[in-house]
T-cell receptor, first 115, second 111 residues
Framework: NAGVTQTPKFQVLKTGQSMTLQCAQD?????MYWYRQDPGMGLRLIYYSASEGTTDKGEVPNGYNVSRLNKREFSLRLESAAPSQTSVYFC??????????????FGSGTRLTVV | EDKVVQSPLSLVVHEGDTVTLNCSYEVTNFRSLLWYKQEKKAPTFLFML????IEKKSGRLSSILDKKELSSILNITATQTGDSAIYLCALLGGSNYKLTFGKGTLLTVNP
């Protein structure tokens, strides 16, 4: 029962380098999300995908792109990393719609440092 | 735009104390308010509150929603060092099923 799997767990990048954070879920959830967490800032939504084939910007999308590759996978790409993107990144998934069982399942996070 | 404000941002208490964490919100179309606990890694779910005045309890933790005051509180009684964590309040509102998080309250429980 893997839930939401994020890779890598840690990454150090140089300014200007690119990389892709991978996220996969095995719960047949329709919706997937990417958040970043900075000290004292809570979790801020970068992008989300309400269903396969759709993606939308969240609160802090600048400098990022996403791909909903299929129902299971939702990747986050940094084309040209900047020190301001140093953060902990969380992927999450949820069932579509809202009801008593609504809730996110989070991945374990990726700690990214841009130097 | 939905907004969630938590207070205090940080709190230091001694084991055995009771704490109350606050969450206030602004939303155009309220669906639910959720509380999460975050230790070293990913947030873990505590409560989902949808109706006003109905207390949810889990052991020493309890939470209640006040829709008139647009707020919620999370109470922890007889705190233990294991309660040390960031407590996040999150709002589910609008037509998209995504959560808006507050900045969190960092709770430190000293022995």
């Amino acid at each position: 029962n893997a839930g939401v799997t994020q890779t890598p767990k840690f990454q150090v990048l140089k300014t200007g380098q690119s990389m892709t954070l991978q996220c996969a879920q095995d719960m047949n959830h329709n919706s997937m999300y990417w958040y970043r967490q900075d000290p004292g800032m809570g979790l801020r939504l970068i992008y989300y995908s309400a269903s396969e084939g759709t993606t939308d910007k969240g609160e802090v999308p600048n400098g990022y792109n996403v791909s909903r590759l299929n129902k299971r996978e939702f990747s986050l790409r940094l084309e040209s990393a900047a020190p301001s993107q140093t953060s902990v990144y969380f992927c999450a998934s949820s069932e579509a719609g809202w009801g008593p069982n609504y809730g996110y399942t989070f991945g374990s996070g990726t700690r990214l440092t841009v130097v | 735009e939905d907004k969630v404000v938590q207070s205090p941002l940080s709190l230091v208490v001694h084991e055995g104390d009771t704490v109350t964490l606050n969450c206030s919100y602004e939303v155009t179309n309220f669906r639910s308010l959720l509380w999460y606990k975050q230790e070293k890694k990913a947030p873990t779910f505590l409560f989902m509150l949808t109706s006003s005045g109905i207390e949810k309890k889990s052991g020493r933790l309890s939470s209640i929603l006040d829709k008139k005051e647009l707020s919620s509180i999370l109470n922890i009684t007889a705190t233990q060092t294991g309660d040390s964590a960031i407590y996040l309040c999150a709002l589910l509102g609008g037509s998209n099923y995504k959560l808006t998080f507050g900045k969190g309250t960092l709770l430190t429980v000293n022995p």
